[in-house]
């Protein structure tokens, strides 16, 4: 089976649906997602956030299962649908609560933005795709032209955690004044995009230290390599906030002994090769970077292309 690239980034998948299929299928499987997931980043929109989409995660291999819960769900779905749609309509009119604004020079290592995907946004229809962007008003504004001096523009990631969660705070008290209940994840609406800032960063990871990341990490969890913007290397429990993260690299099941103090690290050599090109291409476009696999088999062209940045 295919190590947790694609597959392993749905968080569904944890219901082993694996084990529900013969070879051939689950290779059909992989390759509807390779598609889905190329579809959604040649038009700008983040895979993980598409194979998680409830119309794509569910388990195939159990039709059964569900049109049941289709069928249980359907009541709830049109109270979704309609949550979303309440959104859509006043997201641009609703004034949140942003505390202190910073400059949006960016001469800091990194700069984060708050965005919002309307409803309509689907894959299948991208014409109707609209972000917005919290802007230093308070207010949710169209910056498709990319003129960050509008955009609120934060550099602390506790920060960025804690707006974030009070927009969405925000959203469940107007949905529950509107008479919308039970639905609080209709307000897991909103998403963190990064760029990269102007001053360079200091430090550039080993595969010494991404070994010690592996071996550190707790296998009773699921795992993810990231890197920050300082250029240190990390392995993070999985939903440990990894959008705020310049660098996100293949996640790793639980109890599988890809980490910690057992695991014999078969995968160190390939996540250090994948986290040295997630860091360039991330150094080299400004914007954030997922590697599921590489084609590299040394480091040494690659770290020399590195140091231009430092």
């Known amino acids: 089976m295919m190590k947790f690239g694609l597959y392993n ?3 569904a998948t944890y219901d082993g649906r694996h084990g529900d299929c013969n070879n051939i299928e ?33 388990n195939p291999f159990k039709p059964h299962d569900k049109i049941m819960q289709d069928i ?23 004034k949140f609560s942003i505390g202190e604004v910073e400059s949006n020079t960016n001469n800091s290592k990194i700069g ?31 910056d498709s032209q990319k003129n960050y001096a509008k955009r609120l523009m934060m550099r602390d990631k506790k920060r960025v955690i804690q707006l974030t969660d009070a927009l969405r705070k925000f959203i469940n008290i107007r949905l529950k004044e509107e008479g919308f209940h039970s639905i609080e994840d209709v307000t897991d609406v909103f998403s963190v995009e990064l760029i990269r800032g102007q001053a360079s960063p200091q430090h550039l990871f080993t595969k ?17 390599l990231v890197v920050d913007e300082d250029g240190y290397a990390h392995v993070i429990p999985i939903g440990g906030y990894t ?21 014999s690290l078969n995968e160190l050599e390939n996540a250090y090769l994948m986290a040295l090109e997630g860091w ?31």
């Open 9 to 11: 980034s749905i968080s």
């Open 26 to 58: 689950f290779r059909e499987y992989i390759d509807n997602l390779i598609i889905l997931s190329r579809m959604a980043e040649s038009n700008g929109v983040q895979k993980r956030q598409v194979l998680n989409d409830e119309r794509f995660s569910y």
């Open 72 to 94: 249980d769900c359907e009541a709830v779905g049109k109270q979704k649908r309609k949550a979303r749609e309440f959104i859509d309509q006043n997201i641009e009119k609703w």
């Open 112 to 142: 984060y933005f708050i965005s919002y995907i309307n409803s309509k946004g689907r894959l299948i229809r991208l014409s109707d795709r609209t972000v917005k962007y919290l802007g230093i008003d308070g207010k949710m504004i169209d």
């Open 208 to 224: 010494g230290e991404i070994e010690y990341e592996m071996r550190m990490a707790d296998d009773r969890l699921g795992n993810v």
């Open 243 to 263: 959008e705020l993260y310049p660098v996100v690299i293949e996640s790793w099941a639980q109890r599988k002994n890809y980490v910690g103090r057992y695991s």
């Open 280 to 310: 360039l291409e991330y150094l080299e476009t400004n914007e954030a970077a997922y590697r599921d696999y590489t084609e590299l088999t040394d480091d040494k062209e690659i770290r020399e292309q590195i140091q231009r940045f430092y």
